[in-house]
């Protein structure tokens, strides 16, 4: 009886255990989520001992959820994690590293961080980005996912920009229920997201990120969907109106150039 006790015991410690890795593992994810760190900056975040966030990590490492920059130190989440949202977004690999060299390219004559976005559901989701190596910089982070929202940047404003008036409801009503957000003047918002899809491109000042600015232009493939907003973001103080608008011809270049690798057509452009 004693011994059937002890094993009981035992093994609830185990789970106990177990559970509190997994929690643990969890909010390293989560912290993560905000933006890469250092193991020390993880540590002091979360309150946990480094020896701690480091077995973590050294896990989430082998399973490909987590990488570490070899140059800043910092941990970063990677595509083994984002994969997990859904098994449809295996076939994203295939667009992050056809569009990967054109982000480069952008990101190396603007010196400012790159961001690639695909469409989920009510939801915009982060699946590669490039952060400036400013002092003064904006970081998304790979994995981040965002509601889409025509008042929360321009990556969002540019893929309702490309639905159908009825997808766009759908979304407004989503938000209004879920988030309690509702558009006053739904008129002007057509206007808008139609004049974004009549120029090709989105714009957005401090709507998601306060004291931020972004400017998004689609990718599409060869069946002349958008599948991707590749854009550009920055502190205003270094990207206000006039400086951002002119990366836009580079910006449109980059993602024409990924398009056409994706088979999509020149003329979209």
Not at 63 to 72: A, H, I, M, N
Not at 120 to 138: A, D, M, N, Q, T
Request: hydrophobic share 40%; glycine share 10%; charged share 25%.
């Amino acid at each position: 009886m004693i011994l059937l006790l002890d094993i009981g015991s035992s093994t609830a410690g185990k789970s106990i255990s177990g559970v509190r890795a997994v929690e643990r593992a969890a909010d390293i994810l989560t912290c993560l989520g905000r933006g890469e760190k250092t193991l020390t900056e993880i540590s002091v975040g979360l309150n946990l001992n480094k020896t701690t966030v480091y077995r973590i990590l050294s896990t989430l490492q082998n399973k490909d959820f987590v990488l570490k920059d070899t140059e800043t130190g910092k941990y970063f989440l990677h595509w083994g994690l984002v994969g997990l949202f859904n098994s449809g977004l295996e076939r994203n690999r295939g667009l992050v590293r056809n569009v990967y060299p054109f982000m480069e390219k952008l990101w190396r004559l603007s010196g400012e961080t790159v961001t690639l976005y695909i469409r989920k559901g009510y939801c915009r989701i982060c699946v590669s980005e490039i952060v400036s190596e400013h002092p003064l910089k904006f970081s998304v982070g790979v994995g981040t996912v965002v509601p889409l929202s025509p008042n929360n940047g321009s990556p969002g404003k540019l893929f309702l920009a490309y639905m159908t008036r009825e997808e766009i409801t759908d979304v407004l009503h989503y938000e209004k229920t879920s988030q309690g957000f509702m558009i006053t003047d739904q008129g002007l918002l057509f206007k808008e997201l139609a004049e974004i899809k009549q120029r090709g491109w989105a714009v957005s000042y401090g709507e998601r990120i306060k004291g931020g600015s972004s400017l998004s232009v689609p990718v599409w493939n060869r069946r002349k969907e958008v599948v991707a907003s590749l854009n550009i973001l920055g502190p205003y103080a270094r990207l206000n109106e006039e400086v951002l608008m002119r990366y836009l011809d580079l910006l449109r270049e980059c993602a024409r150039a990924a398009s056409v690798r994706l088979g999509g057509s020149p003329d979209l452009f």
